[in-house]
């Protein structure tokens, strides 16, 4: 970001700010908590998840400030609250992506077995406990434990400096993977790269920004997350290849291979349209 683009999108009381930020972002998962009879099981779910991922992007934001233990006990009750949400989601993401994949084979022999094993695969490999709906009061007691913790972090002193060199940190570690992602872009790779997009726009709107990149970083996300996508569902047909006939793999694998294709050239498109104008900035963590 330039001089003139830290005046647009930096806040310019910052700790009032961030403080703020934090308490919206509690706040609108309590909302979830509250709505989630409206909003149904899997969507209250899909937006608790989403609150724990800002929240950990805004402590990148705030790095530079906070010490390691400090930003750590917060940092692991984000990643425990996200992680008892998670039951359940790769067989559905598995089975979302199939329906995706089939398109207008949706009807056919070979999709209808897939889904039914992938169906089966995921009833055997999810226990009596994770199939159960979420204990909601422990939750909301998780929620409570996060909110404490953000408001005793020590934000005295934060500038405007802070945040600008938080989210240029972001900024870089997207640019080194989108580099290698244009030398090889393995599910590793591609994995990592999509944390750090995910990480830069939900930072972006933690500062209010709206410029064309904030735009790109938003697609850009989607593009890698589909791709995630496709990765774990290949990977689960991979492990437990022998319960699938071998002509319905085949069937899937092309359809795979098409959308795989495209959605990496759209992301490599985004890539240089954020990452390919600006030279790496300095400094941070």
């Not at 400030?65 to 917060?74: D, F, S």
């Not at 979302?96 to 009807?107: K, N, Y």
Request: charged share 35%; proline share 2%; hydrophobic share 35%.
């Amino acid at each position: 970001m330039g001089k003139q683009e830290d005046r647009r999108s930096l806040p310019m009381k910052p700790k009032k700010s961030m403080r703020a930020r934090g308490e919206e972002l509690v706040n609108e998962a309590r909302e979830c908590l509250q709505d989630r009879d409206r909003l149904g099981e899997k969507e209250s779910i899909h937006r608790l998840r989403v609150a724990t991922k800002r929240m950990r992007a805004l402590l990148r934001l705030l790095g530079s400030r906070l010490g390691a233990e400090e930003y750590a006990g917060l940092d692991t009750l984000c990643r425990r609250l996200a992680r008892d949400l998670a039951s359940n989601r790769d067989s559905d993401v598995a089975l979302d992506t199939l329906e995706l994949l089939a398109a207008d084979g949706a009807g056919s022999l070979s999709c209808l077995r897939l889904r039914e094993a992938l169906m089966r695969d995921g009833d055997r490999t999810c226990s009596p406990a994770e199939l159960q709906t979420p204990d909601w009061q422990v939750i909301a007691q998780k929620l409570d434990s996060i909110d404490l913790c953000y408001r005793q972090l020590p934000l005295k002193g934060l500038h405007r400096g802070d945040l600008r060199n938080g989210f240029e940190r972001g900024c870089r570690r997207g640019r080194k993977l989108w580099r290698q992602t244009r030398k090889k872009a393995d599910m590793e790779t591609l994995h990592e790269w999509r944390k750090a997009v995910k990480t830069s726009y939900y930072q972006s709107q933690l500062l209010r920004r709206s410029d064309n990149r904030a735009d790109a970083l938003k697609c850009l996300g989607s593009c890698l997350g589909d791709l995630h996508d496709l990765d774990m569902l290949e990977q689960r047909l991979l492990e437990r290849r022998r319960w699938f006939w071998q002509e319905d793999l085949q069937w899937l694998e092309s359809r795979l291979s098409l959308r795989r294709r495209d959605l990496l050239e759209r992301a490599r498109a985004y890539g240089r349209q954020i990452y390919g104008k600006s030279a790496p900035g300095k400094g941070g963590r």
